[in-house]
């Protein structure tokens, strides 16, 4: 009972010919068999119940004077009374007789796809290959615990976040001036929008421009999140092909113009590639011809090597028809769940509403935090050696791919990004399986197929890994493929 | 420049006959003039732009000598050089020329609603009349950080979230026995999904259980967060009226059947209500008999006092066709955000799937913090605290309206909760006005309407105000009620 004032909810009735003692003694029994109170809860003492339910104090010991004769609970002077029943299904799902099913629905639909998309758990304590995953043993958390703290301490006037819910004035005018400065975005902080981490922003956005019925281009191969997100707004989606070497395909643009084109211009997933400044402007301007909105999902943009910077499609339309999203679960980590959005200026009050209404503001101390975590220097420095240490990790895990793996993986070695791409001839999911069994994830490139036949290859990460792991981890991926050969 | 390692994100034209250095002093001052970056901001060093960018240190030099020698920026040895322009245009809002308006949408109707309904800022330092608002002063504060930096601190491996949607395992465990103890809710902690806050918990129900042009029966009047969700997610609403004193009327059901009805049967808003259990039964029987969804939004059950706690909606139909909703923003304090839904079986898993896609899951962090905070014991004693001081402070409120106030306002005295609803002949929202204007924000009852002619009154809030203000703010009020007679 450690959660609260205990307050059983439950009526005894009163007209009843059966006395309240053995009412109660009923109900809790009916408690303790049918509603799993595991082993070892503790019920609330003798008056703190009889005041909750409205009964005397002399009931109450006599209901659980049963009780423990019967050997449901247990009691001791002085300490409160404990289940001691073991219940027979504590592990069984309650599952009613004629039970509804769940009726369809758009975003069960999306839902439905996500299964076995996610970064599986395993991954936080063993990354291994696992792509996209930031070292987090080098993030600086004590210089950030120290800001949390502080704003923890202050938080009280912002304990109400209800009249913020496009985020902190001043972190969304930071974002605002970094994103004109490293991506050219064409933006006012006020059509900035912080959110409960990137998919919430993708959730938003897809519901706010799309209806039933409406279709999006949405590359094919792709991020799995986004076109959840699609398919849970109620609209469908044709593919916009990319291949591993080639790129993005804009030669066979759909009769049907789409409603909305969604890319990852800066690190395509999962081909890890930069789209040209050519092709930003073709669908900038087929975007503007068709009237189609873009959501231009800017993954990885931070860690690009100088050398491929490109601004972001948002600004080759001066950001009349452009979405663009980040979020800061790579630069930082992914628990942090901030991510946010940049609107066109007609859709910024409505997003900041809709931020609101579906419940998808992020925490306003943690965004306090962050923003004395950028102003302080400290995200910069952070960003500065981790775009050393990936860079190191990339090339040698390129290396060993191309000197250990070779026969079997063909490394695509012009990608930018938190992970490799590998192609293969083998099929790639019975190898991503194996690899399971023996403790290694490592996602195969067929998965990012949707709506096509899909390339075999697979997804490799290298960010989380040191020099003994990665040898470790090749090691017994080279004896995976041997086998699998 | 404090947010990153600084990359312009442009592209020189190293083809053209303009100089390099030439084309980026233009750029930077375009990014000056055009960008709104404020004055102050700190650009990059010479040798971390040129390296950036991929031109020689010599080319930033001569660029930045030139915005220095025109006054854009100040530079001095040894420090980081800075804008000194204050832009012309800083406060305005980016208007591209032609910009595009924002088609409707569901969610944007029911943004669009939300509009000057939320909680305002001001009220996190003077929160006065304002309802459903704890007293934060009284949290424990300090015990409170110090489980969340310990468990910053160990939250490594927490920090990747994304396997677990639903929440942490243990205080899905926990808040599922307590709601069976203190609600009779029936339901495993499978079914229990911990989301970024209640209103993201009932965005994710309305979109599971609701099509395009469903129909919801709608508290008339009634909590407007909700009903802009059941907008957001493409249905429409139907009023289920409730009356000051009459409470809900069943009487006249709608000859078309809902698709789903949401109430708030615990603390019905505006009017602080607790829905009687015969009426329960006959919405659990009527939700059974028309197929509809129960959405049973349980909003202070917490602080009901102990003889008028009546079992949930839920427990009478076995949790079969009934969403209940619960948040920790009141018992707790609103930016901690995590808020909760217990769902029927066949929804459980959807629902944790459909938390992730749509971005609503709640810091790992701060829900182990949370489950230790209940575990210890803060929790159940907070509350303990709370439940006697809000009881004291609602029982000195209703003497001072019945002895001060009375001629104007007609207090609903048997009323449950954290509000004191009061009933007036004056129009309430000019009374509401003037309030504002006087530092005191108080909401109109007629507010809460949406659909109907509205009943005139005052929601009076008393939970954060000490007796020296509650004195201070009902003579304030009185002066202003005299006054609109």
Redesign the interface.
């Known amino acids: ?11 005894l009735d009163r007209a009843s010919a059966v006395p309240i003692q053995q009412q109660l003694f009923e109900r809790l029994r009916e ?1 303790i068999l049918c ?4 082993k070892g ?1 503790e019920l609330p003492s003798t008056r703190a119940l009889a ?4 009964v005397s104090r002399n009931t109450v010991s006599w209901a659980y004077e049963r009780l423990a004769a019967e050997r449901y609970i247990a009691t001791r002077p002085g300490a409160p009374a404990r289940v001691t029943l073991e219940p027979a299904f504590r592990e ?5 007789e ?6 369809a ?4 639909t ?6 076995g998309h ?8 063993r990354p291994g290959f696992w792509p996209f ?1 930031p070292d ?2 080098q993030f600086p ?1 004590k210089t ?2 120290r800001m ?2 502080r704003h ?2 202050m ?11 496009a985020g902190l004035p001043d972190l969304r ?3 605002a ?2 994103l ?9 902080p ?2 900035v929008v912080i ?10 956005i897809f ?6 019925g409406d279709m999006v281009w949405m590359e094919e191969p792709g991020y799995t ?1 986004a076109l ?2 699609i398919l ?1 707004a ?1 609209a469908t989606a044709a593919p916009l092909p990319v291949g591993p070497k080639e790129g993005w395909d804009l030669s066979h643009p759909h009769l049907v113009p789409p409603k909305a084109i969604y890319v990852t211009p800066s690190c395509q997933q999962p081909f890890c590639r930069v789209m040209p ?1 050519a092709q930003r402007h073709w669908i900038s301007d087929y975007a503007r011809r068709t009237d189609a909105w873009i959501v231009e999902d800017d993954f990885d943009n ?1 860690f ?1 090597p ?2 491929t ?4 499609v948002q ?1 080759l339309d ?4 452009s979405f663009y999203v980040g979020t800061f679960a790579k ?1 930082m ?3 942090l ?1 901030i ?1 946010y959005a940049v609107v ?7 997003m900041a ?2 931020t ?11 965004q306090a935090a962050l923003l004395d975590f ?4 400290h ?2 420095r952070h ?2 050696k981790m ?1 050393r240490v990936y860079d190191a990790r990339k090339q040698r895990l390129l290396s060993l791919v191309q000197s250990t793996l070779h026969p079997w993986l063909e490394p695509l070695p012009t990608c930018v990004g938190l992970a490799l791409p590998t192609l293969m001839r083998l099929p790639d999911v019975p190898v991503s399986e194996e690899a399971r069994r023996q403790g290694l994830r490592i996602p195969p490139i067929s998965g990012r197929y949707h709506q096509s036949s899909p390339r075999q290859g697979l997804l490799l990460g290298f960010c989380a890994m040191t020099e003994p792991e990665l040898l470790a981890n090749v090691a017994t991926l080279r004896r995976i493929l041997e086998r699998a050969a």
């Not at 991506?183 to 006012?188: A, I, Q, Y």
């Not at 910077?309 to 972001?312: H, L, N, T, V, Y």
């Open positions: 009972m450690p959660y609260d004032m205990p307050v059983i909810g439950l009526t408690m509603y799993d109170l595991e809860t005041g909750a339910i409205g069984e799902r309650v599952r009613p004629g039970a509804l099913p769940a009726p629905s758009a975003l069960r999306g839902a439905g796809l996500m299964r996610r970064t599986p758990r395993a991954i936080a304590e995953v987090l043993r958390f950030w615990h949390v703290a923890l301490q938080s009280r006037h912002d304990d109400l976040t209800y009249d913020q819910p005018a930071l974002i001036q970094n004109r400065l490293s991506r050219g975005v064409v933006c006012h006020h059509q959110t409960n981490g990137g998919q919430a922003a993708l959730d938003v519901r706010l421009i799309l209806k039933r999140g959840a997100a849970a109620g400044l931070e690009l100088p050398r910077i490109i601004p972001a600004r001066g950001g009349q028809r630069t980590f992914p628990a769940r991510g066109p200026e007609a859709f910024a009050d409505d509403e809709a609101f209404i579906s419940g998808h503001m992020a925490s306003l101390p943690m950028i102003r302080q220097g995200f910069a960003m500065t775009r």
